[in-house]
């Protein structure tokens, strides 16, 4: 009994990351904008794989832990881009696998500012693992638990624009616009759906000198049904292999959900490492230890010109 009121607070703050914000949310979001918006793909010349890994809540049993790897380039001179995604996302006994190939095109609109609209189709698979069920009282299985696995695959479609040029950004984007039924049993009525989920995310680069940049960067994410949120954050570069930053994410309640630092560093031209730690500020903080974060990002030559190389500090 001593574990329930920790048990009814984890509830609390679980019920709107399963059934609110259905998506996995990233402190490095600036590393995947592809996961977010089908129009960056193709944004940079160079052929470019991101991999994120995300440890929610560390101490927290059964916390949320997420894994991303994408993949984009350029396939035209004119601009047309591919990309493709794959996600895993487990929460207590849910497993969620998410596979989505995305195609954009880019329409140069003046000074090196390009104007991109794209479009993405995904299939996503839902497990949940009944059978592993901890019950807390004791006495046998709950019949009201299904005593199995059960698993559902469902499709969906996404579109967005991205507005991009040499020292800024702004994204639009509904990564899903079908609102699927999503519940595993076989009951009539329909429980849960796939929650439509708008993004608008931007960034600028100040460039103070040959050593020194800012780039302030913003993540908007909008649901029905759930609070508004949005992630704030602020990384310097020094030169042109280290960098650092801080971020911000409004929680739920009105209030701030974390702090985070970030702390990066190219380790040669094609390679970058990132590594973030959230530290929780809402009522949940108590029972767990924050969250961590790695990122990696390899990239080769572009179409066009096979010896250019994403520099690290570059927004797209």
Same mark, same amino acid.
């Given at each position: 009994?001593?574990?329930?009121?920790?048990?009814?607070?984890?509830?609390?703050?679980?019920?709107?990351?399963?059934?609110?914000?259905?998506?996995?949310?990233?402190?490095?979001?600036?590393?995947?904008?592809? /996961? #977010?918006?089908?129009? +960056?793909?193709?944004?940079?010349?160079? @052929?470019?794989?991101? %991999? !994120?890994? *995300?440890?929610?809540? &560390?101490?927290?049993?059964?916390?949320?832990?997420?894994?991303?790897?994408?993949?984009?380039?350029?396939?035209?001179?004119?601009?047309?881009?591919?990309?493709?995604?794959?996600?895993?996302?487990?929460? /207590? #006994?849910?497993?969620? +696998?998410?596979?989505?190939?995305?195609? @954009?095109?880019?329409? %140069? !609109?003046? *000074?090196?500012?390009? &104007?991109?609209?794209?479009?993405?189709?995904?299939?996503?698979?839902?497990?949940?693992?009944?059978?592993?069920?901890?019950?807390?009282?004791?006495?046998?299985?709950?019949?009201?638990?299904?005593?199995?696995?059960?698993?559902?695959?469902?499709?969906?479609?996404?579109?967005?624009?991205?507005?991009?040029?040499?020292?800024?950004?702004?994204? &639009?984007?509904?990564?899903?616009?079908?609102?699927?039924?999503?519940?595993?049993?076989?009951?009539?009525?329909?429980?849960?759906?796939?929650?439509?989920?708008?993004?608008?995310?931007?960034?600028?680069?100040?460039?103070?000198?040959?050593?020194?940049?800012?780039?302030?960067?913003?993540?908007?994410?909008?649901?029905?049904?759930?609070?508004?949120?949005?992630?704030?954050?602020?990384?310097?570069?020094?030169?042109?292999?280290?960098?650092?930053?801080?971020?911000?994410?409004?929680?739920?309640?009105?209030?701030?959900?974390?702090?985070?630092?970030?702390?990066?560093?190219?380790?040669?031209?094609?390679?970058?490492?990132?590594?973030?730690?959230?530290?929780g500020l809402s009522d949940l903080r108590t029972a767990q230890s924050g969250?961590?974060?790695?990122?990696?990002?390899?990239?080769?030559?572009?179409?066009?010109?096979?010896?250019?190389?994403?520099?690290?500090?570059?927004?797209?």
């Amino acid at each position: 009994m001593k574990k329930l009121p920790l048990l009814c607070c984890a509830l609390f703050f679980l019920t709107p990351f399963l059934w609110g914000q259905q998506d996995a949310q990233y402190t490095q979001f600036m590393y995947n904008k592809l /996961g #977010l918006n089908p129009a +960056y793909a193709g944004a940079v010349e160079s @052929a470019t794989f991101h %991999a !994120i890994v *995300r440890q929610q809540w &560390l101490g927290f049993e059964d916390a949320p832990s997420s894994q991303l790897a994408t993949f984009n380039t350029n396939i035209t001179a004119a601009g047309t881009g591919v990309g493709a995604r794959f996600s895993r996302v487990t929460v /207590g #006994l849910e497993q969620q +696998y998410n596979v989505e190939g995305s195609y @954009a095109y880019r329409f %140069a !609109i003046g *000074r090196g500012t390009r &104007l991109g609209i794209g479009v993405s189709a995904s299939a996503r698979y839902f497990n949940i693992e009944y059978q592993n069920a901890d019950p807390i009282q004791g006495g046998g299985a709950d019949q009201a638990i299904p005593g199995a696995t059960e698993s559902k695959v469902v499709p969906n479609f996404g579109a967005g624009i991205f507005l991009d040029g040499p020292n800024f950004y702004f994204g &639009l984007s509904l990564p899903r616009m079908l609102e699927n039924n999503i519940d595993l049993g076989e009951e009539e009525t329909i429980i849960s759906r796939e929650a439509r989920h708008y993004y608008f995310m931007g960034g600028m680069k100040f460039k103070l000198n040959d050593k020194f940049a800012l780039e302030p960067q913003l993540l908007t994410k909008i649901v029905a049904g759930a609070p508004f949120d949005a992630d704030i954050n602020v990384t310097a570069y020094l030169g042109e292999s280290l960098f650092s930053g801080l971020s911000y994410r409004l929680g739920g309640n009105g209030g701030g959900e974390s702090a985070s630092a970030l702390f990066g560093v190219s380790l040669s031209e094609h390679l970058t490492l990132g590594l973030t730690y959230d530290l929780g500020l809402s009522d949940l903080r108590t029972a767990q230890s924050g969250s961590i974060e790695c990122m990696l990002r390899y990239s080769v030559g572009g179409r066009s010109d096979a010896g250019r190389i994403v520099d690290p500090r570059d927004l797209r």
